[in-house]
């Protein structure tokens, strides 16, 4: 099955960092696609938390994360990552990287309909 697969997951402490990857090596072009995070914590909704164009020069953040968490990817090793610094307990989740053909956008992110999802790597941020 053709999904991008992430990794990195685990626990923190409040205030702490961790940096998650996501590896797209079954997929041809990288840098055809837009890619993205998203995270589900237990009873509540998907949330679409970054998104990074193709080439890596745009990204977008939700209100949520933005000043602590940054995208970034690398088109030639085929390699997405999400960096989170300051992390709360709020930031518990399962977080999934995802690929999309289209552009990077607040609607993209807004209703997260992306080409190919991962299966995700839990976070769990605790003292």
Known sequence: QLQPVESGGGSV?????????????????????AAG?????????????????????????ADSVRGRFTISRDNAKKMVYLQMDNVTPEDTAVYSCALDRGPCNSALIGANTYDYRGQGTQVTVSS
Do not use: M, T, V
Request: a neutral charge.
């Open 37 to 61: 995070w998203f995270r589900q914590a237990p009873g509540k909704e998907r949330e679409g938390i970054s998104c990074i164009d193709s080439s890596g020069d745009h990204s977008i953040y």
């Open 13 to 33: 402490q409040p205030g702490g960092s961790l940096r998650l990857s996501c590896s797209a090596s079954k997929f041809n072009y990288l840098d055809s696609y």
